[in-house]
């Protein structure tokens, strides 16, 4: 009864022996987009290419891989050529690769890391340049295309998290030759209203669908905007030049709005927490000034004022007798000192101070007349002079000098002989 059952081994092996003998899975040429792309220690590569609507394990080994002239990456679009089978050990189907080709898109990932590596080196990426986003914002813009799901997702998700906020939609195209330019207008176009956010986004799509968020023109018009720009472009596995340049970067348009204001109830929590705060800190304040006021009134300073007075009646009583004792003692010492000089020599003899003086007047004068040069000439000694100046030695004076002799009744000239 159990015959007609087989393994999955069995079912497994039947289905791999199908693909492999079916001409038409023996050679395939697929395109699609590289993820997931993991290069082996060992030289295999490890991807899954996929498109829109579907996805397949892929797998190209070292021996094919060292043809290739490109290293591939994730995002990249590609040309394949290989083998359909199936990998017994889980059962999956893949494509074995034997040849890989950019498909054009390539050339733009060339273009995206070169842009990149340029802006970077010009400093467009640098932390120490990007904005705060505001915490609670009154005013946010959204620079995006005015319909399609990012912008409905923006506006009902700020709606919903933080109703009080103005919402500026700037419409724009976001795909296309003329989308960057577009873009570009309505970033400068926002700077004229007073907005506090500026989201700029679109929804997912291929890396040709958000090359308008990679262009050159936008990445400056994002790094010299005024308002605080939040990126939102595509997807979260999604990665464009504007998301580097932003001051945040959002993983899609919904995160964005998520990033751009807050939620209400996290609001009201945080006021209810503060007015919780304000009524503890107001009533531990109150309390202290209570406390204070009932220290302060409970002084004797307060029970008994007329105390101030007293004391300083006391301070005031003691003042005067020091002063009158001072006054006492102070006169008393000037009359003793009046006293002395009365009693002073001088005050009882003043005549005999003065002939005292006189007759030591008459001797100073008696000594001074005896060294006085007049009353040596008077003797008969003259005073000789040169240039009026005293001649007091022979050696001071030579033949034909001219010299002034002074008597005690006057002077001559006369030249030495």
Not at 355 to 369: A, C, G, R, V
């Amino acid at each position: 009864m159990n015959d007609k059952y087989i393994t999955v081994t069995q079912l497994t092996r039947y289905i791999k022996y199908k693909i492999d003998n079916d001409v038409n899975l023996n050679e395939v040429f697929l395109k699609g987009e590289i993820s997931n792309f993991k290069a082996h220690s060992r030289g295999h590569y490890y991807f899954t290419l996929k498109d829109e609507g579907s996805r397949i394990n892929a797998i190209m080994f070292a021996s094919s891989t060292k043809n290739l002239k490109f290293m591939p990456q994730d995002g990249m679009k590609v040309l394949v050529t290989g083998k359909i089978s199936v990998f017994e050990a889980n059962g999956a189907y893949q494509i074995y690769v034997n040849d890989m080709l950019e498909d054009g898109v390539g050339n733009l990932y060339i273009a995206y890391e070169q842009k990149k590596k340029k802006l970077e080196s010009e400093g467009l990426f640098r932390e120490d340049h990007k904005k705060k986003i505001p915490k609670i914002p009154t005013r946010v813009g959204v620079v995006t295309a005015p319909t399609g799901a990012a912008i409905k997702d923006i506006i009902s998700t700020i709606k919903r998290r933080w109703p009080l906020v103005e919402i500026y939609l700037f419409p724009s195209l976001v795909q296309g030759e003329d989308a960057k330019e577009d873009i570009v207008k309505q970033i400068n176009k926002a700077q004229e209203f007073d907005l506090d956010t500026l989201i700029v986004g679109r929804g997912g799509g291929s890396i040709e669908d958000l090359w308008s968020f990679n262009e050159e023109i936008v990445a400056r018009a994002i790094y010299d905007c005024k308002i605080p720009v939040i990126s939102a472009v595509g997807h979260e596995v999604d990665f464009t030049i504007a998301d580097f340049v932003a001051d945040l970067r959002a993983p899609t348009p919904t995160g964005a709005a998520e990033m751009a204001v807050p939620q209400i109830g996290d609001i009201i929590k945080y006021l209810n927490q503060v007015n919780i705060r304000l009524n503890n800190t107001i009533n531990n304040k109150v309390t202290n000034y209570r406390r204070k006021l009932n220290d302060i009134r409970s002084r004797n300073i307060f029970k008994n004022p007329i105390s101030i007075y007293q004391s300083k009646e006391m301070i005031f009583d003691s003042l005067i007798e020091r002063l009158k004792f001072s006054l006492t003692n102070l006169t008393n010492i000037k009359e003793k000192e009046l006293i002395r000089i009365k009693n002073s020599y001088i005050l009882q003899n003043p005549y005999k101070l003065l002939d005292n003086k006189s007759n030591k007047y008459l001797q100073l004068l008696s000594k001074l007349e005896t060294l006085s040069p007049l009353l040596t000439l008077q003797r008969g000694y003259t005073i000789t002079k040169m240039d009026d100046k005293v001649i007091n030695s022979v050696k001071n004076i030579n033949k034909g000098d001219l010299i002034e002799v002074e008597f005690h009744d006057g002077s001559i000239s006369t030249k030495v002989i």
